[in-house]
């Protein structure tokens, strides 16, 4: 079992940055791809941003240019630097993990919540 602990979330400003965390339980060198979702409320989970091993980087077309995903191998943990943040986004924000070959896997953490002020 993969244990995933997001910490970073919080309330601030528009305009303002937050820096999320996912601490997880194992190597991420052995992990495929890396990623963070959000959930606001009434609305579907979606991608914010994935890291594939490689280094190869995806971002929604919403996010490109504020948000910066990274890792710290060292650390086993996932960043997700927010900046210029904007009340749309405002959600819960998940970490997830997959490994694709075998033996897979699929992990989530528990969510953090970021509220932006207008």
């Known amino acids: 079992q993969v244990q995933l602990v997001e910490s970073g979330g919080g309330l601030v400003q528009a305009g303002g940055s937050l820096r999320l965390s996912c601490a997880v339980s194992?190597?991420?060198?052995?992990?495929?791809?890396m990623g963070w979702y959000r959930q606001a409320p009434g609305k579907q989970r979606e991608l914010v941003a994935r890291i594939i091993s490689g280094g190869t980087t995806n971002y929604a077309d919403s996010v490109k240019g504020r948000f910066t995903i990274s890792t710290d191998n060292a650390k086993n943990t996932v960043y997700l630097q927010m900046n210029s943040l904007k009340p749309e986004d405002t959600a819960v924000y998940y970490c997830?993990?997959?490994?694709?070959?075998?033996?897979?896997?699929?992990?989530w953490g528990q969510g953090t919540q970021v509220t932006v002020s207008s």
């Open positions: 194992l190597k991420i060198v052995s992990i495929n791809v």
């Open positions: 997830n993990v997959q490994k694709l070959t075998w033996p897979a896997f699929d992990y």
